[in-house]
Nanobody, 123 residues
Framework: QVQLLESGGGSVQAGGSLRLSCVAS????????MGWFRQGPGQWREAVAH???????NYADSVKGRFTISLDSAKSALYLQMNSLKPEDTGIYYC?????????????????WGQGTQVTVSS
């Protein structure tokens, strides 16, 4: 069993930055893909970025060049650096772990989820 705890959300103006953190309750080695998802008001949960078990990273087209996902295995922590934020980035951001290799884009494939952290970007 893995518990995930996110932090770092908040309210910023467009163009600003936030860094989200997700700390796992146990060592993140061998937990498959880890990723970030978000859900805006009245929208489906969508993949933002994920790290596969081989260390490769993947991003949604809407965040490429602005967001960076990173994993610190020693700290059992996953991060999402978000720069040049836009109002459409507003939503609840969720950390997820333990999707099979190559399946990191699909929220249904993850076994563990954090409680979410709110990100609000104003214009």
């Amino acid at each position: 069993q893995v518990q995930l705890l996110e932090s770092g959300g908040g309210s910023v103006q467009a163009g600003g930055s936030l860094r989200l953190s997700c700390v796992a309750s146990r060592y993140t080695y061998n937990v498959g893909c880890m990723g970030w998802f978000r859900q805006g008001p009245g929208q489906w949960r969508e993949a933002v970025a994920h790290i596969d078990d081989d260390g490769s990273t993947n991003y949604a087209d809407s965040v490429k060049g602005r967001f960076t996902i990173s994993l610190d295995s020693a700290k059992s922590a996953l991060y999402l650096q978000m720069n040049s934020l836009k109002p459409e980035d507003t939503g609840i951001y969720y950390c997820a772990a333990d999707a099979p290799p190559g399946r990191g884009r699909m929220w249904q494939e993850y076994n563990y989820w954090g409680q979410g952290t709110q990100v609000t970007v104003s214009s």
